[in-house]
């Protein structure tokens, strides 16, 4: 039983370390920090100067994303705006629907969470946030809120990356 007991504390230290990892402070609107470049899936945090265009994303309390749906090409830097029209906290998280369907049932097992990443929006009622993201990898991803309950009830967007239409130039250069 002792042994049982030291599991689940040792577990439930192991999950609050990782909860904490994330940095910054919980829901925080301004980074803790430098924004750190790491190579994730989905892409890598983005050059606010080398930003291609804008794109605004609204997030309301009928937990839905307007649009819901946001084409870009791969190489592109996007500056995502995000604005919280409802009267509760929304967020705008980038990642593959795995990565972002775990981090929200942690969420839902420890709402407090402290978590910063470029990759995030926290945005409180009638706020806008901004993530700055280069899709450097062609494929279909997701965006969505993972406050508890927000993403069981759908609030969820998708993002299509096109592949770069580079390689597709160059092929019809040479026919010609």
């Not at 890598?44 to 749906?69: L, N, Q, S, Y």
Request: hydrophobic share 45%.
């Amino acid at each position: 039983m002792r042994r049982l007991h030291l599991a689940a504390l040792s577990a439930l230290l192991v999950l609050g370390s990782a909860a904490h990892a994330h940095g910054g402070t919980p829901h925080a609107k301004e980074r803790s920090g430098p924004i750190v470049k790491e190579q994730l899936p989905w892409g890598v945090a983005g050059d606010p100067a080398a930003a291609t265009r804008t794109i605004v994303v609204e997030m309301g309390d009928d937990m839905r994303f307007t649009p819901d749906r946001v084409t870009v090409e791969e190489g592109e830097t996007i500056r995502f705006v995000a604005r919280n029209k409802g009267a509760v906290m929304h967020e705008l998280v980038i990642g593959t629907p795995e990565v972002l369907a775990e981090h929200a049932e942690m969420m839902a097992r420890f709402p407090d969470m402290e978590h910063d990443e470029p990759y995030m929006a926290h945005v409180a009622p009638g706020e806008a946030g901004e993530i700055v993201w280069t899709f450097n990898r062609a494929g279909e991803f997701d965006f969505a809120c993972l406050l508890p309950g927000h993403f069981q009830a759908g609030m969820v967007g998708s993002i299509d990356v096109d592949p770069r239409r580079l390689a597709q130039t160059d092929r019809e250069a040479r026919q010609n």
